[in-house]
């Protein structure tokens, strides 16, 4: 886990982790909270792109906890950091990609059966 | 780059020639994170894929407390899923949009918690601390599966009253045909829970292996417990993609 001073007892160590735990988890349960009650309280009618990001915003948030403090990614080393992070990159280039591509197949499934 | 390396033979040079770990993590840690990666494009391309198939259908227009399923195959359109999953065991008939999916999601979470407590512990060497939290997170992996379960059978056979659709009454939905609206819907449901389902079932056979290598006191002989870790983060990713699984597909 985290650096610790020397001269923290065993208990000490433990209870400094424990409680760190607990917050993370708070925070996820929190936020999963209130992506609940956005998906109830949002108006009928009202534009939901909105609601949309906000919910996408909130998932990041959560991914970042869990991969940051529960797969410890954060107190890796620099470099094992971004080999993992970076990849992630070809992600967006496939979200653009098939985001403006999708378009182009549906005209085109429709050119072709319709 | 090799011709400055045989130059300047400081060992701060020479951290990526070998018999070093310049990532500070061993070699199975890091082919743990590596395979999780990939696997991470897996789902990743599974859920572009389903967000493309969804802009290819047309969606729900009007009201959202007035939604039905799709009446006519000329306007099959996209589910709400809040509409589709609002089910709750034992509360038959009762409309509770996303509550047991977001029970689920806490329950995964949950079970997070006690694999980051049950590493913590091994980094104590504390044997009965591991002990305890690692059967508490099989429990909610075991747990988690019978919620999966009871979704699927429930999304399997449909409502009460199905949806009569071009004259003819469906209810539920399979491979074949789909009460809640375009059939790639049922069919991307299957297919991601179920990929995620059987990452979870995975998980709880290695959780269960690890919890009796530490019952047996194996990792108390080797005088650490990575393996915990390292299946931990294997644990720890399953949550993470049931994060964006909730997302992708229940609430969006």
Redesign the interface.
């Known amino acids: 886990?985290a650096q610790h001073d020397a001269s923290l007892s065993?208990e000490e160590?433990?209870k400094a982790?424990?409680k760190k735990?607990?917050t993370v988890?708070g925070i996820?349960?929190l936020v999963?909270t209130i992506?609940?009650i956005l998906?109830?309280a949002w108006p009928?009618?009202m534009d939901r792109t909105m609601l949309?990001i906000l919910?996408?915003l909130?998932?990041l948030v959560?991914?970042f906890y869990?991969?940051a403090?529960?797969?410890h990614l954060k107190h890796?080393?620099k470099?094992?950091m971004w080999?993992?992070i970076l990849?992630?990159a070809?992600?967006g280039w496939?979200?653009v990609a098939?985001?403006k591509e999708?378009?182009e197949?549906?005209d085109a499934?429709l050119a072709i059966f319709a | 780059m090799s011709s400055t390396a045989t130059l300047a033979k400081t060992s701060a040079q020479n951290i990526w020639g070998g018999g070093k770990e310049?990532?500070?993590?061993s070699y199975g840690k890091?082919m743990m994170?590596?395979f999780?990666?990939s696997d991470?494009?897996t789902f990743?391309?599974f859920l572009?894929?389903y967000?493309?198939v969804r802009?290819?259908h047309p969606a729900y227009e009007g009201?959202?407390?007035a939604f039905q399923f799709a009446t006519s195959s000329e306007d099959l359109y996209w589910p709400i899923p809040?509409k589709v999953f609002n089910a709750f065991p034992f509360m038959h008939g009762i409309d509770m949009?996303?509550v047991f999916v977001?029970l689920m999601?806490?329950i995964l979470?949950?079970s997070?918690?006690t694999?980051?407590?049950a590493v913590?512990a091994g980094?104590?060497k504390s044997q009965k601390e591991v002990e305890k939290w690692m059967l508490w997170t099989v429990i909610g992996g075991i747990v988690f599966l019978g919620c999966q379960a009871w979704e699927w059978s429930h999304f399997i056979a449909g409502s009460d009253e199905g949806v009569i659709r071009d004259g003819l009454q469906i209810f539920g939905a399979n491979l074949l045909e789909n009460q809640y609206g375009p059939q790639l819907f049922a069919d991307f449901f299957f297919f991601i829970t179920g990929f995620h389902g059987l990452h979870v079932f995975s998980g709880v056979i290695l959780n269960i292996v690890i919890f009796y290598n530490v019952v047996m006191g194996t990792y108390e002989k080797r005088g650490h417990y990575e393996m915990v870790e390292k299946v931990g983060?294997y644990w720890?990713?399953v949550?993470?993609v049931w994060?964006?699984v909730?997302?992708f597909f229940y609430?969006?």
Do not use: C, Y
């Not at chain 2, 310049?22 to 993590?25: D, E, F, L, S």
């Open positions: 886990m065993q160590i433990k982790n424990v735990i607990w988890a996820l349960a999963t992506e609940f998906a109830f009928d009618g949309n919910f996408i909130l998932t959560k991914a869990i991969v403090e529960f797969m890796e080393v470099s094992l080999a993992v990849p992630m070809f992600l496939l979200l098939l985001w999708g378009q197949i549906v499934i | 310049p990532m500070k993590a890091l994170w590596f999780l990666l991470a494009f990743s391309a572009i894929a967000g493309v802009f290819m009201s959202f407390d809040e949009p996303l977001g999601t806490f979470i949950l997070s918690v694999m980051v407590l913590e980094h104590r983060l720890h990713f949550d993470l994060v964006f909730f997302t609430l969006v």
